[in-house]
């Protein structure tokens, strides 16, 4: 069984930090990583995109793969309470997988 | 202005009673998917069509069925042997076709099912 794992939360941040959300995932083959941001009631919206090791910068959004150890990570810089949501990342190899999501509240 | 419309954005089920949610896309996308979502879980595939007249069972397909007849259209039926249909049920779609690839998936707003 493919899985992708994310730490439930919820992570609490103070408003102007820096938000680290983590994601392991067990298929060695997956090529594609997102992360989509998704508030309370509404559909996910796609934020982040990376195919290959190394950092992605957007923004005030920074995602990190390191297929190597099996993790994708979303560092959010200078978080704002509009922030505040569920972030699910999502990883295909053979398949589309879905992690559970991290609920981050950022606190003003 | 391009989208998926999902409709109704409520919807209540009665005992024995199959329902019928609308997905509707006028982005010209091949690939239709449509996902359940439950609280504090991901998303979980219930079934997905390439191309018209074609749809593939996903992993929770067992209560649901599909139909494909338009290119812009993808409704999903939630029949009576589904026992627990209360969830948030989720359209997307996609450019490509030949299973997942790297593209990104465009949602509709969600249909929140609920059992009377």
């Known amino acids: 069984q493919k899985e992708v794992e994310q730490n439930s939360g919820p992570l609490s941040v103070p408003e102007g930090a820096i938000a680290s959300l983590n994601c392991t995932y067990s298929d060695r083959v997956s090529q594609s990583f997102f992360w989509y941001r998704q508030y309370s009631g509404k559909s996910p919206e796609l934020i982040m995109s990376i195919y290959s090791n190394g950092d992605k910068e957007d923004g005030r959004f920074t995602a990190q793969l390191n297929k190597a150890s099996q993790y994708v990570s979303l560092l959010i810089r200078d978080s704002q309470p509009s922030d505040s949501a569920t972030y699910l990342c999502?990883?295909?190899?053979?398949?589309?997988?879905w992690g559970a999501g991290t609920k981050l509240i950022i606190k003003p | 202005d391009g989208g998926i419309t999902q409709s109704p954005k409520y919807l209540f089920r009665k005992e024995g009673q199959n329902v019928t949610l609308s997905c509707e896309q006028n982005l010209n996308h091949d690939a239709m998917y449509w996902y359940r979502q439950d609280p504090g879980q991901g998303l979980r595939l219930i079934y997905y069509s390439q191309i018209v007249n074609d749809f593939q069972k996903g992993d929770i397909a067992e209560g649901y069925s599909v139909s494909r007849e338009k290119k812009e259209s993808f409704p999903l039926t939630v029949t009576s042997a589904q026992k627990n249909p209360t969830a948030f049920y989720l359209c997307?779609?996609?450019?490509?076709?030949?299973?997942?690839?790297?593209?990104?998936?465009?949602f509709g707003s969600g249909t929140q099912l609920s059992v009377l």
């Open positions: 999502a990883v295909i190899g053979y398949q589309l997988i």
């Open positions: 997307a779609s996609s450019m490509r076709t030949g299973g997942f690839s790297n593209e990104k998936l465009f």
